[in-house]
């Protein structure tokens, strides 16, 4: 019979995701046949799935860890965030509607029975299913119709383990206070916690552990060291997106307001000659750059009125201009051209808007969303890539007899007349080892041997062994039920 157990946090970015991931690891490695569940999920850094949905990077991670491929079952509920006050809402892998924030709230409850669906279904053939929540089950103001944390413990029956950040301070107050402000019933479902991201010797918070336990009755499962190689597996919020100093080759890449998809830039940071810079708002573009790689956008027309005003556009004139290279990735590559048209008006009023005019190409968006997992060839070099596309609208122009990609037949992507500006809609491309060696050989960087598959795997194996040595694993898996 299938066990289940929910990772909980006492706040947001306190290293769930992470932790199931090295948690389903250590199950698989022990044997057992794990998969991963989110019900509700806030991410613009999506998978594409081979059942042919989305579902937030995180799962997609956690579903390598436990040695399976990513379904939409896994992240039946995935909100990308298009505004300050609304997002597009993903159901089991399909668009089901674009809502205000209020009227999400309305919508759950019909939510609900499709979220169970998925989490029993994912559970008929497996020996144990790892939940993560969402936020803080705290955030008591929330918890009518919630599916992300309490409510959806409730609905499955699950205990909950409750983890701590201790590196953002306060980790007592965040874990005694949750306990606090916890409903009775919701409180009882809560049988142990465990402190994440202790910098130096775990043991200096044993009294502190000890508190804990003592005001809340919860076991103590442990306190984790900060896992020194956690920043080389793909990182699914936009907060956790940081500069990377490698070598002397420069990347950089703007912080875009609704970034998307930035798993593209995993494997450049893994790159030890390679050094990938994160340009926030209000800072220029740099000067000594080699390259700038615009990356994806969910609102692509928002975000160029935004590099616009950041005055990136002129930036990027001046780089161009020195000799240097440009990449755009899909919302980036629409940005490259020369107009975005919206007929429809699914970023806004509908109407077109002038692009940055480096690509002679022109973008139509359309409703119909392209989602596909793709091999396609780089036709410089031969070399094989697999990524994935997640897009609305077609990009043509004259620039994409230029392309310099190869999808089933079709060429893909557009590059100007010199080459230095490129642009495509395939993610993940970069991951392909022969291919970014090529790249990234052909701009003047020293190439390495890494293998981005190997490191991801051998980083997943080392996280397994760290919470082997410092959690008390068989207990949080003996509380599954």
Not at 167 to 195: C, M, N, S, Y
């Amino acid at each position: 019979m299938t066990k289940a157990i929910m990772i909980q946090g006492a706040g947001s970015n306190v290293g769930k995701s992470l932790l199931v991931a090295g948690i389903a690891r250590a199950a698989v490695k022990r044997g057992l046949n794990v998969a991963p569940f989110k019900p509700q999920n806030m991410s613009n850094n999506a998978a594409v799935t081979v059942d042919g949905g989305e579902i937030g990077r995180a799962q997609a991670l956690q579903a390598h860890a436990c040695g399976l491929d990513p379904i939409v079952d896994m992240n039946p509920v995935l909100l990308k965030p298009e505004t300050d006050t609304g997002a597009q809402v993903v159901v089991q892998g399909k668009r089901f509607a674009t809502m205000k924030a209020r009227d999400y709230g309305k919508a759950k409850a019909e939510l609900m029975p499709r979220v169970l669906e998925s989490f029993h279904r994912l559970g008929e053939t497996r020996d144990l299913v790892l939940v993560e929540g969402a936020g803080s089950p705290a955030e008591v103001n929330l918890r009518k119709g919630d599916i992300a944390n309490m409510g959806f413990a409730e609905a499955a029956d699950l205990p909950v383990v409750l983890a701590g950040d201790i590196d953002r301070g306060g980790v007592i107050a965040q874990l005694v206070g949750t306990h606090a402000v916890l409903p009775d019933e919701d409180r009882a479902r809560i049988k142990a916690f465990l402190v994440n991201k202790f910098r130096g010797d775990p043991t200096l918070f044993a009294d502190g552990a000890a508190e804990i336990a003592r005001l809340t009755g919860w076991h103590d499962l442990g306190t984790l060291p900060w896992f020194v190689d956690a920043w080389r597996l793909p990182a699914e919020d936009v907060m956790d997106i940081t500069t990377r100093k490698g070598g002397a080759f420069k990347i950089a890449v703007p912080r875009l307001n609704r970034i998307a998809n930035f798993d593209d830039l995993d494997p450049l940071v893994n790159e030890p000659d390679v050094t990938v810079e994160i340009i926030e708002p209000g800072r220029p573009l740099p000067g000594d750059a080699d390259l700038v790689l615009i990356p994806g956008s969910k609102s692509t027309i928002a975000d160029l009125a935004d590099f616009q005003a950041q005055g990136w556009d002129i930036d990027l004139t001046a780089h161009i201009r020195r000799g240097g290279h440009v990449l755009g990735i899909c919302g980036g590559y629409q940005m490259l051209g020369t107009t975005i048209i919206d007929a429809d008006g699914i970023e806004g009023p509908a109407g077109q808007v002038t692009g940055l005019g480096h690509l002679d190409v022109v973008t139509h968006l359309e409703p119909r969303k392209t989602l596909a997992l793709t091999q396609a060839t780089h036709l410089a070099s031969a070399e094989p890539v697999e990524g994935y596309e997640i897009h609305l609208g077609r990009t043509e122009g004259p620039d994409c007899a230029k392309a310099w990609l190869s999808v089933g037949g079709r060429h893909e992507g557009a590059s100007s007349a010199d080459g230095r500006i490129q642009g495509c809609y395939l993610h993940g491309l970069f991951a392909a080892d022969g291919f970014r060696r090529h790249f990234l050989k052909g701009l003047g960087a020293q190439v390495s041997d890494v293998s981005f598959d190997t490191q991801i795997e051998t980083s997943l194996d080392a996280l397994a062994d760290h919470l082997e040595a410092h959690l008390d694993l068989d207990r949080l898996l003996a509380l599954a039920r």
